[in-house]
């Protein structure tokens, strides 16, 4: 891994890397052009030469350059696009880490270059103002840790175009072939930053990542760094392959059900259970436990067909970016690519969400993508299906904060992710929202710096563990707001104080409250599902908020 410090990302001159760039393109361009001389002298050779141990001989010679010859173009033309993006990459970075520390010190604070340590005088922390200090610091101090892990990312990924592209043997350089991906290599990577997992995966070839995707798709379809278009590959195949096998059990427990009822019904239950004193007692048990796993698994093929469903809808596009049926099932999908999106909104389900659930939160997403695209209709929105993490299975498991700490850890990675894989100079606006238990997740990955997330909505919560929003140093403080229906029964939650912190709508937490409709005041439960009803005043703002406008 990259050792790149912030003083030598400071002191970098990529004038070598633009030359070393140049010629490396240069080289690449002599290689096609005799890789083409060499196939207009060569194609003819077995017409005018056919039979003979010499024409065999000079055929096989023939085949062989031409081989050596194309298959040395790729490589070349590879070092080439990795020292070019190497030196406008870095160039750029070392920009934006001059910028960050010119807004720092005009303000008064003194940066350790080493350390990325930032400091204020004393008197800055005076008069109230702790609080902003802390945050402008905290942000300050994130952004260029972003930057140099960013740096250290493009070096990673410079180092390691070179290292499996460059003319020596154990390349694919001539007529020799790259390895393949294996497992071991993509578990590596899952221990890696999702900007290292990207700058490694955009140096494997086209053959190598078709291969990674079709051998390994479990791996491929979870890996935060790899592009959106190939984790929906990978998923679409576990899709196919869980949908079948899920089916096919399906089947099973309904036959064996039927053949239990029919032997029953004839009287000869006994022949299904000879050794057994009590052969009913036992049928009732099998067929106990039977439905026991019926009622799941039916629930997780209903899930399975709700993102068939939606994958087949072409206006617009989906996006399956993971899928897994352990436990209560997880599912992410994505409506509009996120790597190309000007906007892009990850929707974290709450409290009894799981994978039997999925075609309704689904709904919601394709609800919130078509709200942005009337609100901003020159601008492309991902609006994407976030149950990456396992929610609480019951209303009173929702007062432990365990599941929103284990969650937390994979939404910052997937937003990290988000950014890592996003194509263009200009990144994405990305908003966060989180419903009900949803939230506190939401919470918890904000309560630490670097979370990728430019704006924050917390919709009907239980509070997100902290009292005020200084403590989520993960978010920008004018880009956290809060809405509760009147009539949602959330409300007695907070208002107790006894789970989760302080209620985010109120003028205490700090963060900006805008209307939601007010809801059932007899059926308080349905009121709390209610945002994403027709008409209601939250959907509105929801895009406002999506698309940058509020």
Do not use: C
């Amino acid at each position: 891994m990259s050792e790149l410090t912030l003083p030598l990302l400071l002191a970098t001159d990529v004038s070598s890397w633009h030359t070393a760039a140049d010629t490396w393109q240069q080289l690449s361009q002599r290689i096609d052009d005799a890789a083409e001389r060499l196939i207009r002298g060569t194609r003819d050779l077995a017409h005018v030469w056919s039979s003979g141990a010499g024409a065999t001989a000079a055929h096989g010679r023939a085949d062989r350059l031409r081989s050596e010859v194309s298959n040395s173009y790729n490589p070349a033309r590879r070092v080439f696009d990795a020292m070019d993006r190497h030196a406008y990459g870095m160039d750029a970075l070392r920009r934006q880490a001059e910028e960050i520390l010119a807004a720092a010190r005009q303000a008064g604070y003194t940066v350790d270059t080493a350390t990325l340590d930032i400091t204020a005088p004393a008197s800055y922390y005076q008069g109230g103002n702790l609080d902003r200090t802390g945050r402008a610091i905290g942000m300050l101090g994130g952004d260029l840790r972003s930057v140099l892990e960013q740096a250290r990312a493009l070096d990673d990924s410079t180092a390691n175009a070179i290292n499996v592209n460059v003319p020596t043997t154990g390349t694919a350089f001539g007529t020799n072939r790259l390895q393949p991906v294996t497992a071991d290599d993509l578990r590596e990577q899952a221990g890696r930053t999702p900007a290292e997992v990207n700058a490694w995966w955009s140096v494997l070839t086209p053959e190598q990542q078709e291969q990674a995707i079709r051998d390994f798709p479990d791996l491929v379809g979870w890996l935060d760094g790899v592009p959106a278009t190939d984790r929906d590959l990978a998923n679409r195949a576990i899709l196919d392959r869980e949908t079948a096998a899920l089916t096919g059990r399906l089947g099973e427990i309904d036959s064996r059900l039927a053949y239990l009822q029919s032997m029953f019904d004839q009287g000869r239950i006994y022949e299904v259970y000879p050794t057994e004193i009590d052969p009913r007692s036992a049928m009732d048990r099998e067929m106990l436990n039977l439905g026991a796993e019926r009622g799941p698994l039916a629930g997780k093929i209903e899930g399975l067909g709700a993102i068939s469903d939606r994958l087949a809808v072409s206006q617009p596009p989906a996006f399956l970016l993971g899928l897994s049926t352990a436990d209560d099932g997880r599912a992410i999908v994505s409506v509009n690519n996120p790597d190309t999106a000007n906007n892009v909104l990850t929707y974290v389900p709450g409290t009894t969400a799981d994978l039997a659930g999925a075609r309704g939160d689904i709904d919601r997403a394709d609800k919130m993508e078509g709200d942005a695209r009337q609100a901003d209709p020159d601008a492309a929105t991902a609006s994407i299906y976030w149950l990456g993490y396992d929610a609480p299975d019951l209303i009173p498991n929702a007062a432990s904060s365990e599941y929103a700490e284990k969650g937390a850890v994979d939404l910052t990675d997937f937003q990290s992710g988000l950014r890592a894989t996003h194509e263009g100079d200009v990144p994405s606006r990305n908003t966060v929202l989180g419903h009900s238990y949803g939230s506190t997740v939401m919470g918890h990955s904000a309560m630490q710096p670097g979370f990728q997330a430019d704006a924050a909505i917390f919709v009907g919560s239980p509070g997100v563990d902290v009292n005020h929003v200084s403590q989520l140093p993960g978010l920008p403080r004018d880009g956290i707001y809060a809405t509760r229906a009147e009539n949602d029964a959330i409300k007695w939650i907070p208002d107790l104080d006894v789970a989760h912190g302080n209620d985010p709508v109120r003028s205490d937490f700090g963060a900006w409250v805008f209307p939601s409709d007010p809801g059932d005041p007899v059926r308080q439960d349905h009121t709390h599902s209610a945002y994403w009803n027709e008409r209601n005043i939250a959907r509105d703002n929801f895009a406002k908020i999506i698309t940058g406008r509020l």
